[in-house]
T-cell receptor, first 115, second 112 residues
Framework: NAGVTQTPKFRVLKTGQSMTLLCAQD?????MYWYRQDPGMGLRLIHY???????AKGEVPDGYNVSRLKKQNFLLGLESAAPSQTSVYFC??????????????FGPGTRLTVL | DQQVKQNSPSLSVQEGRISILNCDYT??????FLWYKKYPAEGPTFLIS?????DKNEDGRFTVFLNKSAKHLSLHIVPSQPGDSAVYFC???????????FGKGTHLIIQP
């Protein structure tokens, strides 16, 4: 049981390049999230999904797109990377019902640098 | 406007003593609060949570207290151990917000 995994762990991009971050969870969770963390800041929600085939915008969605084609995977895309997107990206998942549904379980993070 | 505030960026505590981490919130509609612990180069790890219908939740060395009237919660760690050195994030759920709303974190340093 790996929990939440993220690929890749590190990436350096040039301005204007594109990339996709992959998140996978093996806990059969319905909800999945993408956050970013910047120095001296808490985590901020980018996009989230409440189930396979659904996505929604969070607090800071501009410049990102997401897809949830399979329940266990949640992809975060940057179509044209900008230096302002240099950050650490965390994926999380949570269950749909029952006690503690708001408890989210996080992956190890992806450190992205945009030059 | 920051809805979850952790006003102490860092806290230093001697090993064996009590660590108290504080968190304030402004959205009275938040109904669930969580504490996460984060080591460098790792993702946040869930530590303990509390529902707004309770005022205390305990799990081993960790206790969270909630004062709804003051919109304040605190995390107590007793006794503090070297492995507790990490950044602690306070987070809140509900209140019409999607996902969790996080504070900026408090870096706890346990000194031998």
């Amino acid at each position: 049981n790996a929990g939440v995994t993220q690929t890749p762990k590190f990436r350096v991009l040039k301005t204007g390049q594109s990339m996709t971050l992959l998140c996978a969870q093996d806990m059969n969770h319905e909800y999945m999230y993408w956050y970013r963390q910047d120095p001296g800041m808490g985590l901020r929600l980018i996009h989230y999904s409440v189930g396979e085939g659904t996505t929604a915008k969070g607090e800071v969605p501009d410049g990102y797109n997401v897809s949830r084609l399979k329940k266990q995977n949640f992809l975060l895309g940057l179509e044209s990377a900008a230096p302002s997107q240099t950050s650490v990206y965390f994926c999380a998942s949570s269950t749909l019902s029952g006690v503690g549904t708001d408890t989210q379980y996080f992956g190890p993070g992806t450190r992205l640098t945009v030059l | 406007d920051q809805q979850v505030k952790q006003n102490s960026p860092s806290l230093s505590v001697q090993e064996g003593r009590i660590s108290i981490l504080n968190c304030d919130y402004t959205n009275s509609m938040f109904d669930y609060f969580l504490w996460y612990k984060k080591y460098p180069a790792e993702g946040p790890t869930f530590l303990i949570s509390i529902s707004s219908i309770k005022d205390k939740n305990e799990d081993g060395r960790f206790t969270v207290f909630l004062n709804k009237s003051a919109k304040h919660l605190s995390l107590h760690i007793v006794p503090s151990q070297p492995g507790d050195s990490a950044v602690y994030f306070c987070a809140a759920a509900g209140g019409g917000a999607d996902g969790l709303t996080f504070g900026k974190g408090t870096h706890l340093i346990i000194q031998p």
